[in-house]
């Protein structure tokens, strides 16, 4: 079973190279890798020409301006040939090198549309140290219509899926990955499985989570995700993920 794993590039050159490190080393032979570049002005092509030989034609990349970061996801899972995507972001790295052996296997189960685990978070510099545990054990569908989601980079499902539900909406700021969680778990009511693995470790400083004005945009995404796909909340419902997110960090 083929494991397409998309990652979005944009002048990552201090992090790429780690990020593609951690997909050579995976113990999962069948892995089609899938680099995105939004015409980087820093060294990145450099680092992808160095690394694509080591994948004996196992990685596809292109490099052109993109409309955003939901477009070059939609342009990496429309390049995907595998059975299985996922995202992997271009300053992020895998936990360990069986994570997508230890995933894969879940889907010779037919019923499963999809799997999820458990990232965290990391200060650059810092490996050793995490700061954020994202558990995404206890979610459920109904927790959506209050900003809780499965951890995004370890969410994997059929590509099956990404052609009956439609891919990433590409005029939302920050916001759209919760929407496809949305539209995936309350309007297609895909079968999905949560799997007690470390996928990926995250360096903290991301879009959604770096500053006021970018959670209050968040809000407004989740809020209009939810809407958008006929389910109810409202900003006040949303925000109690804030609150649950304090219990995440470790002191």
Same mark, same amino acid.
């Given at each position: 079973?083929?494991?397409?794993?998309?990652?979005?590039?944009?002048? !990552?050159?201090?992090?790429?190279?780690?990020?593609?490190?951690?997909?050579?080393? #995976?113990?999962?032979?069948?892995?089609?890798?899938?680099?995105?570049?939004?015409?980087? *002005?820093?060294?990145?092509?450099?680092?992808? *020409? #160095?690394?694509?030989?080591?994948?004996?034609?196992?990685?596809?990349?292109?490099?052109?301006?993109?409309?955003?970061?939901?477009?070059?996801?939609?342009?990496?899972i429309?390049?995907?040939?595998?059975?299985?995507?996922?995202?992997?972001? !271009?300053?992020?790295?895998?936990?360990?090198?069986?994570?997508?052996?230890?995933?894969?296997?879940?889907?010779?189960?037919?019923?499963?549309?999809?799997? @999820?685990?458990?990232? *965290?978070?990391? *200060?650059?510099?810092?490996?050793?140290?995490?700061v954020?545990?994202?558990?995404?054990?206890?979610?459920?569908?109904?927790?959506?219509?209050?900003?809780?989601?499965?951890?995004?980079? !370890?969410? @994997?499902?059929?590509?099956?899926?990404?052609e009956?539900a439609?891919? @990433?909406?590409?005029? @939302?700021?920050?916001?759209?990955?919760?929407?496809?969680?949305?539209?995936?778990?309350?309007?297609?009511?895909?079968?999905?499985?949560?799997?007690?693995?470390?996928?990926?470790?995250?360096?903290?400083?991301?879009?959604?989570?770096?500053?006021?004005?970018?959670?209050? #945009?968040?809000?407004?995404?989740?809020?209009?995700?939810?809407?958008?796909?006929?389910?109810?909340?409202?900003?006040?419902?949303?925000?109690?993920?804030?609150?649950?997110?304090?219990?995440?960090?470790?002191l």
């Amino acid at each position: 079973m083929k494991v397409s794993i998309v990652t979005v590039a944009y002048n !990552s050159s201090s992090t790429l190279e780690e990020t593609i490190k951690s997909v050579l080393a #995976q113990s999962y032979a069948d892995i089609e890798y899938i680099i995105v570049d939004g015409a980087s *002005h820093d060294n990145s092509l450099d680092i992808i *020409h #160095q690394y694509e030989p080591q994948f004996s034609g196992r990685l596809k990349w292109i490099s052109e301006k993109d409309g955003g970061i939901y477009d070059a996801m939609n342009k990496g899972i429309r390049m995907a040939t595998g059975d299985i995507v996922g995202i992997l972001n !271009s300053d992020d790295y895998f936990t360990g090198d069986d994570v997508i052996e230890r995933m894969v296997v879940n889907f010779d189960d037919p019923n499963i549309d999809a799997v @999820y685990g458990d990232i *965290h978070f990391i *200060h650059d510099g810092e490996p050793d140290k995490i700061v954020r545990y994202y558990s995404s054990k206890p979610f459920r569908p109904m927790w959506l219509r209050f900003g809780f989601m499965p951890a995004h980079p !370890s969410f @994997y499902c059929r590509r099956e899926v990404y052609e009956k539900a439609g891919l @990433y909406k590409i005029d @939302y700021k920050i916001g759209s990955d919760y929407e496809m969680m949305v539209r995936l778990f309350m309007v297609y009511k895909i079968k999905a499985k949560y799997l007690p693995i470390d996928f990926v470790t995250m360096r903290t400083g991301g879009a959604s989570t770096c500053n006021i004005k970018s959670r209050l #945009q968040l809000i407004k995404d989740d809020v209009r995700g939810c809407r958008e796909n006929g389910i109810y909340t409202n900003p006040l419902m949303i925000s109690v993920k804030f609150l649950y997110k304090i219990f995440e960090f470790k002191l």
